[in-house]
């Protein structure tokens, strides 16, 4: 079992629909959970954290967490064509080391 | 204030031959972090350092080392060069270990010939 998992993808939404990328992990002491976004060509840019269960919300942004269940979601609202990316779930374990999925390529159709 | 540096962006070299890498982490950053990163495999961790000591590594062969020095900045090195080692590798600071934020350089894109 992969210590972070995530869906390839391609997910596709629509222009204005909400994209919901999910990620579980194994490690059932993790503290800290961290989504990062990733442009093709690019490296990963930190849009998300959370640390508690329930929700965070950011603007279009939303992580919910469950540590009951080892799972970590990203909902974006309103998904705009400038949110075509990889999105890499990241997550701290024990160890303080930081480990990441190998991410969910997201594709917002016009 | 500045992000994270690495150098060179870009890297071209021949099997057998090494390679070093370098990271200058954001101003007030102790730990720095290597990933690399291949389409097939996508971000594995190499190693941490934090105030010079290596706190975590992850599973890659002697091959590969790093260093940290006493201003934060940091070098990998990669020796022996195969050409499974073409790769996007990527450094990245916080704070310090834990569950700070972690922020990304540009990357060393190296390409084995």
């Known amino acids: 079992q992969k210590e972070v998992e995530q869906n390839s993808g391609p997910l596709s939404v629509p222009e204005g629909a909400i994209a919901s990328l999910n990620c579980t992990y194994s490690d059932r002491g993790s503290q800290s959970f961290f989504w990062y976004r990733q442009y093709s060509g690019k490296s990963p840019e930190l849009i998300m954290f959370i640390y508690s269960n329930g929700d965070k919300e950011d603007g279009r942004f939303t992580a919910q967490l469950n540590k009951a269940s080892q799972y970590v979601s990203l909902l974006i609202r309103d998904s705009q064509p400038s949110d075509s990316a990889t999105y890499l779930c990241?997550?701290?374990?024990?160890?303080?080391?930081?480990?990441f999925g190998t991410g969910t390529r997201l594709q917002v159709t016009l | 204030k500045a992000g994270v540096t690495q150098t060179p962006r870009y890297l071209i070299k021949t099997r057998g031959q090494q390679v070093t890498l370098s990271c200058s982490p954001i101003?007030?950053?102790?730990?720095v972090s290597w990933y690399q990163q291949t389409p097939g495999q996508g971000l594995q961790f190499l190693f941490e350092y934090f105030s010079e000591t290596q706190r975590n590594k992850g599973n890659f062969p002697g091959r590969f080392s790093g260093r940290q020095f006493s201003n934060s900045r940091s070098e990998m090195n990669v020796s022996t060069l195969e050409l499974g080692d073409s790769a996007l590798y990527l450094c990245a600071s916080r704070l310090v270990t834990g569950g700070e934020k972690l922020f990304f350089g540009s990357g060393t894109q190296l390409s084995v010939l």
């Open positions: 990241a997550v701290t374990g024990t160890a303080s080391k930081l480990t």
């Open positions: 101003s007030g950053h102790r730990s």
